[in-house]
């Protein structure tokens, strides 16, 4: 069982950044980031390959969104610029060890952290 905590959620005006941050309790093969607005679907937002360190975004954050890791600490980074009201939703953090690009089939989540965008 893996236990991921999120946090660095918050509330910023358009055009600020945030920085998210989940500490995983092992290492897995990848990990993630997925969001979800109230009235919307899910959306990934960025995925991390540990073992190739290869990176990918959704269209609507490529670009503002950067997603990183430290391994030694097997935690995942989420690095949020020019943030738009749209980015408003709780933002979830998941791991897998079998790495299939639907993350809806990973199997670790965390509990989110929210993220307001003010217009």
């Known amino acids: 069982q893996v236990q991921l905590v999120e946090s660095g959620g918050g509330s910023v005006p358009a055009g600020g950044s945030l920085r998210l941050s989940c500490a995983a309790s092992?290492?897995?093969?990848?990990m993630g980031w997925v969001r979800q607005a109230p009235g919307k679907e899910r959306e990934t937002v960025a995925r991390f390959y540990n073992a190739t360190s290869r990176t990918y975004y959704g269209d609507s954050v490529k670009g503002r969104f950067t997603i990183s890791q430290e391994n030694a600490k097997n935690t995942l980074y989420l690095q949020m610029n020019s943030l738009k009201p749209e980015d408003t939703a709780m933002y979830y953090c998941?791991?897998?060890?079998?790495?299939?690009?639907?993350?809806?089939?990973?199997?670790?989540w965390g509990h989110g952290t929210q993220v307001n965008v003010s217009s």
């Open positions: 998941g791991a897998a060890y079998i790495c299939v690009s639907d993350t809806k089939y990973w199997k670790y």
């Open positions: 092992a290492s897995t093969g990848c």
